[in-house]
């Protein structure tokens, strides 16, 4: 069956360095995929999303990177800020296109 | 103005109770849906809801009913609610069949004691 995952249930960096959270996904027909951030005691927040004719998409100190020869995205955050702690998802269609299927979230830990 | 609301954001209520939780969101969108989020904070969608369709997550135990009054509410009713239920449940809503970005509410933790 379809399956969203990260590698990494979690990652300590140090402020303002840059993070890198990944994702492996398994369904090769996916062609939309987006990354979500959840602070603590809220819902998740959309980041950015990439379809699957692109490589590469740049937000605001964010980069999703997209690698379907493996299936693979990742998601780059520059400079990490204590504000960037938090649980980051990433989540693709369903094989009907009905709901987003969510992968097991990476928790982010940014010390100063 | 929040997006996406919740009530209530904590409830705690003994097993074989039934309770609801409701949510309304004000951005005009014609999908709802319904997600658990469990203790390792793994979302797991429940239902899809607009206006012409239904769509349940075959896991999804039918003590669990989703009730859509009009477009921008989706009400989650449980019966007998169980321990195992313990969770907290995220409404979210989006534009168009094509599922794009949702917009998500903050959440209603439920606590079966």
């Known amino acids: 069956g379809e399956s969203v995952g990260l590698h990494l249930p979690t990652l300590s960096v140090q402020e303002g360095d840059n993070s890198i959270i990944n994702c492996a996904y398994s369904n090769s027909a996916s062609d939309y995929f987006i990354w979500y951030k959840q602070e603590s005691g809220k819902g998740p927040q959309f980041i950015i999303d990439i379809r699957s004719n692109m490589d590469k998409r740049q937000g605001q100190r964010v980069t999703v990177l997209l690698n379907k020869t493996v299936k693979h995205l990742s998601l780059q955050i520059a400079a990490t800020q204590p504000g960037d702690s938090a649980v980051y998802f990433c989540a693709d269609r369903d094989q009907a296109g009905t709901a987003l299927i969510f992968g097991k979230g990476t928790t982010l830990s940014v010390s100063s | 103005d929040t997006a996406v609301s919740q009530t209530p954001k904590y409830l705690v209520t003994q097993m074989g109770n039934d309770k609801s939780i409701k949510c309304e969101q004000n951005l005009g969108h014609d999908t709802m849906y319904w997600y658990k989020q469990d203790s390792k904070k793994f979302l797991k969608i429940m239902f899809s809801?607009?206006?012409?369709?239904?769509?349940i997550n075959e896991t999804v135990p039918n003590r669990f009913s989703p009730k859509s009054p009009d477009k921008a509410h989706l009400n989650l009713h449980i019966n007998s609610l169980e321990l195992g239920d313990s969770a907290v449940y995220f409404c979210?809503?989006?534009?168009?069949?094509?599922?794009?970005?949702?917009?998500f509410g903050s959440g209603t933790r439920l606590t079966v004691v």
């Open positions: 979210a809503s989006s534009q168009g069949s094509g599922v794009y970005g949702y917009t």
């Open positions: 809801y607009n206006n012409k369709e239904l769509i």
